[in-house]
Each structure stands twice: as C-alpha cells, then as structure tokens.
C-alpha cells in the first residue's frame, strides 16, 4: 500500500505536466489567432494610441509605448505572434520550463500593464508561477528528459 507521500510524488509530475502543457496550448493559441487576424503594426499602434489615452494604464508603459512600440511598430507586430508562439511550443514540449514560465508571466504582465486583459489571462499566470515555484516536476515528462533518457538507454546497450 502506497502511503501519501508516495501518491504525492507520483501526482506532482503528471499534474505539473499537465499544467505546462495547458499553458503552452493556451500561448499557441493566442500565437496562432494573432497570425490568422493578421495580426500586425496597426495593432501595436492601436496599443500605442491606447495607451496614451487610458489611464488604467502605468506611466512606464505609456513611455515605453511612446518611445519603443511607435518607433518599431512593424517589429513589434510580426514578434508577439512569434514569441507567443514559441513559449507555446517550449512549453507543450518541456524545454527550459522553468526560463519559459517566467517569459510567460512577464509577457502576461506587459499585456495587463497596456490594459489588454482577456479571460483566459489570470489562468495564465496561476500557471506560469505555479511552474516557476515547482520546475522539475513539471519538465518530468518532456522532450529533453525523454531524450536524455533514450540516450542513457543506449549507454547502457552499447556499454559505453
């Protein structure tokens, strides 16, 4: 009979897995439906403007909007969709969890900061941080640790 540690430590990884991956599917998404809507300068000066006029908006933003996002608005349109993107597809596959996690919430607090809040958002973050407090267990099923173990495999088989 197992004790609760024991279920405890079977559960972490397959729940934080699961959790890295849900974000990762939640970051493709949003890569995804940017790049089917196009997605582009106009948004990113849309911000800008927006910016400048609400004032739920922070002052650094407004400044930051003001001096990078209107100077390189086209940049800025092809690289959301892109990042997002692959921190959706970093995550989905377990590589660098933990540096991924942290992208992912300091991604979600630039967009709460240019007041572009959307439902799935908070979501977002519970599981960002929640994979930054518990890295290892939820990078246990991931590409880089089945790799690493198919290779120690082969150590062992060739005897090298």
């Not at 106009?42 to 407004?62: E, G, K």
Request: glycine share 6%; aromatic share 10%.
């Amino acid at each position: 009979m197992r004790t609760h540690a024991e279920w405890i430590a079977r559960a972490a990884p397959i729940t934080l897995g699961a959790a890295r991956v849900v974000l990762g599917v939640l970051w493709l998404h949003e890569g995804i439906f940017k790049y089917s809507a196009h997605f582009g300068r106009a948004d990113i000066l849309l911000i800008a403007h927006s910016a400048q006029t609400n004032t739920r908006v922070p002052q650094y933003f407004t400044v930051f909007s003001d001096n990078v996002l209107r100077a390189w608005p086209g940049l800025f349109g092809v690289a959301v969709p892109l990042v997002e993107v692959a921190l959706g597809a970093v995550l989905v596959l377990g590589l660098l969890p933990q540096p991924a996690a942290i992208i992912s919430l300091l991604t979600l607090l630039t967009y709460w900061s240019s007041d572009q809040l959307i439902t799935q958002y908070p979501v977002m973050a519970v599981l960002s941080a929640i994979i930054i407090a518990f890295p290892a267990p939820s990078g246990h099923y991931s590409i880089a640790r089945f790799r690493h173990a198919r290779a120690a495999t082969n150590v062992v088989r060739d005897g090298r």
